[in-house]
């Protein structure tokens, strides 16, 4: 199983981007997914995940009303879209899968990670 992340860029403060996150062997709708991030030397952190259970969405405090998660189930597509970008969302961003259901957050398949740099 992979996964394939797309998007990552250097963009200023206040911009946007959209990452997507496409998977190769298997069907996202029946996982749970989200995305991380991780900057050197700090360990890797939750941004934002959808429960495969219930499409419940967990994000974390620091991009709650600028970041969504989502994913279309057409495409087979999992996307973060990220708005008003700070400095401080500068890391390298991993899109994960699950295959247990119950969980709010992956930690089980992971992409190989894509760069976002917010420049101030």
């Known amino acids: 199983l992979q996964l394939v992340e797309s998007g990552g860029d250097l963009v200023h403060s206040g911009g946007s981007l959209r990452l997507s996150c496409a998977p190769s062997?298997?069907?996202?709708?029946?996982?749970?997914i989200g995305w991380f991030r991780q900057v050197p030397g700090k360990e890797r952190e939750r941004v934002a995940c959808i429960s495969g259970e219930d499409d419940s969405t967990y994000y974390a405090d620091s991009v709650k009303g600028r970041f969504t998660v989502s994913r279309d189930n057409a495409k087979n597509t999992l996307y973060l879209e990220m708005n008003s970008l700070k400095p401080d969302d500068t890391a390298v961003y991993y899109c994960?899968?699950?295959?247990?259901?119950?969980?709010?957050?992956?930690?089980?398949?992971w992409g190989q990670g894509t760069q976002v740099t917010v420049s101030s």
């Open positions: 062997g298997f069907t996202l709708a029946y996982y749970t």
């Open positions: 994960g899968a699950d295959g247990d259901w119950e969980r709010a957050c992956p930690n089980q398949y």
